[in-house]
């Protein structure tokens, strides 16, 4: 006869999956957004991205003497129709 033991494994705590776009982790993702990091996210060049900011679609945050571009992460995931947490 075969022993049939009851497996008393306690149930496993699912994780939570992290949300990838375009193979990149949102969860992991910073509070502002360079352009680079934006158009890779987004999958479109560098200056779609500016002259979306231009155009008042994706506003961009100008820091620095430069002016260099930054977008918040809340505004990239509404472009891409993901709720932020």
Known sequence: M???TISQE?????????????GISIDNLPDLLTVAEVAD???V????I???????KLPAIRINARGDR???KEAVL???GIQSE
């Open 78 to 80: 509404w472009l891409l």
């Open 41 to 43: 996210l987004l999958r």
């Open 2 to 4: 075969e022993d049939q």
């Open 10 to 22: 306690k149930p496993v705590a699912q994780k939570s999956t992290p949300k990838k776009v375009n």
């Open 50 to 56: 500016k002259r979306w900011g231009k155009r008042g």
């Open 70 to 72: 930054r977008y918040r």
């Open 45 to 48: 060049s560098k200056l779609t």
